[in-house]
DNA sequence: CGACTTTGACCCGCGC
DNA sequence: GCGCGGGTCAAAGTCG
C-alpha cells in the first residue's frame, strides 16, 4: 500500500466540462467517491451526458497506477495515448452484473500523480464494504481501506 | 483448474 | 471517403 494522496478530483458534469476542485475539502472528494460508489445520487452534479451512468475523475498521487477502491478490477485493455506519454489502462469491475469501468492513466504534467477515471455506478456493495460496515467507526478515507488480509502491515 | 494479466488486432466515431 | 485516435474483445500465458 503505497503513501498516495487525493489531489484533485473531477467531476464530470453532462457538459462535458469537468470541475477541477483544489484539495481544500478533501472530504468532499471522498463524499463523491462514496456517492458514485454508493448509488446514492443526493449530488445530481456527477452525471454522464449521456444519462447512461456516472463519470468521475480523480487524481492522486501514487506511485502504482491501480488504486484498491475496494472493488475487484480486471485490466482488459492498454492503449498508447498520443498527447500522453504514458499509456492508458482500462479496467472493468470483474463482480457479477456490474458493468463498471476504470480508466487510469498518469498525469502528463506529473507522473507522479494518477488520474482515475470511474465510468459508470457500482450496482452493488464494494466486498471490502463489508468490511466497513462491521467497523464501529467510518473513515473518511475508508474507500482506501483494504481488507487485513492483503499485505497487513499493522505492526 | 480457475482467474487474471498481457498484447495485438479489430471496430467505431470524428475530423479533414 | 480516408485517416487517426480511442476503446473493446479475444487468445495465450502465468500465477495462485
Same mark, same amino acid.
Given at each position: ?17 469537468? *470541475?477541477?476542485? !483544489?484539495?481544500?475539502?478533501?472530504? +468532499? =472528494? %471522498?463524499?463523491?467517491?462514496?456517492? $458514485?460508489?454508493?448509488?446514492? *445520487?443526493?449530488? !445530481?452534479?456527477?452525471?454522464?451526458? +449521456? =444519462? %447512461?451512468?456516472?463519470?468521475?475523475? $480523480? ?12 472493488? +475487484? ?83
Amino acid at each position: 500500500m503505497p503513501d498516495f494522496e487525493l489531489s484533485d478530483y473531477l467531476m464530470l458534469d453532462d457538459d462535458d466540462t469537468y *470541475s477541477s476542485q !483544489s484539495m481544500a475539502s478533501l472530504e +468532499k =472528494g %471522498v463524499a463523491a467517491a462514496t456517492e $458514485f460508489s454508493g448509488a446514492t *445520487s443526493k449530488n !445530481s452534479s456527477i452525471k454522464c451526458k +449521456k =444519462g %447512461v451512468g456516472v463519470r468521475v475523475a $480523480f487524481r492522486m498521487k501514487s506511485e502504482l497506477e491501480v488504486i484498491d477502491d475496494g472493488y +475487484k478490477w480486471r485490466k482488459y485493455g492498454k492503449k498508447s495515448i498520443k498527447n500522453c506519454p504514458n499509456p492508458r489502462n482500462y479496467y472493468k469491475c470483474s463482480t457479477g452484473g456490474c458493468d463498471v469501468k476504470k480508466r487510469i492513466e498518469r498525469d502528463i504534467n506529473d507522473e507522479s500523480y494518477v488520474i482515475t477515471t470511474y465510468d459508470g455506478v457500482h450496482n452493488h456493495e464494494t466486498p471490502s464494504m463489508l468490511y466497513y460496515n462491521q467497523m464501529p467507526l467510518m473513515a473518511p478515507n475508508a474507500w482506501t481501506l483494504q481488507p487485513p488480509s492483503s499485505s497487513s502491515s499493522s505492526t
